[in-house]
């Protein structure tokens, strides 16, 4: 096989492809006359980081077992719809929480556990809380359908164990949304 190579002229090439190129453009542009074009998609574009994971404890510590007691307890009647307001804080607090005007920045669900993990779960809950800055956040507790006479275990539990901590203003049973009566609300003291 004998090779060859065939040499044009660039000014010919050259002059012959811009000639094309126009023509082209000029033909798109005519098919492309009466194109409205899309409207931007009703989409927010987040360009923040993702919040960092909070690092969970994993020893249990004497000092966070031991600080929730179980013997004091909030009596709560079957069916009622239960509140706590720390001593000298306007009602209108609890009536905010209760209207969701805080929005919930965290969440703990305590269902399947023991009563000694919970008491320490919801600790570290409160602690990690506090540590990041969360205002309102979320205790499921459940509505002890799968327990003993269908009655709710931890919700006196955790009521009385929140009642006891110094950075819990106020709680609430939760509106139907965040778990009616199987959760509650709690605001907790703001770390500014």
Sequence with gaps: MIGFQVKRDRKKVSATDHKNNDEEAALFREAMRDVIPLPPPNQAVHRQKPPRPIVRPRVETTVTRDTLSDHLSLEIQQGDEWSYLRPGLSRQILRKLRRGHWKIQAELDLHGMTRDEARYALAAFL???????ARCVSVIHGRGL???NREPVLKSRVGSWLAQRDDVLAFCQANP????????????????
């Excluded at 990690?128 to 800055?133: L, P, T």
């Excluded at 009616?180 to 500014?192: E, I, M, Q």
């Design 177 to 192: 949304e965040h778990g009616g009566s199987g959760a509650v609300l709690v605001l907790l003291k703001s770390s500014a």
């Design 127 to 133: 602690d990690e809380c506090g540590r990041y800055g």
């Design 146 to 148: 799968s327990s003993k």
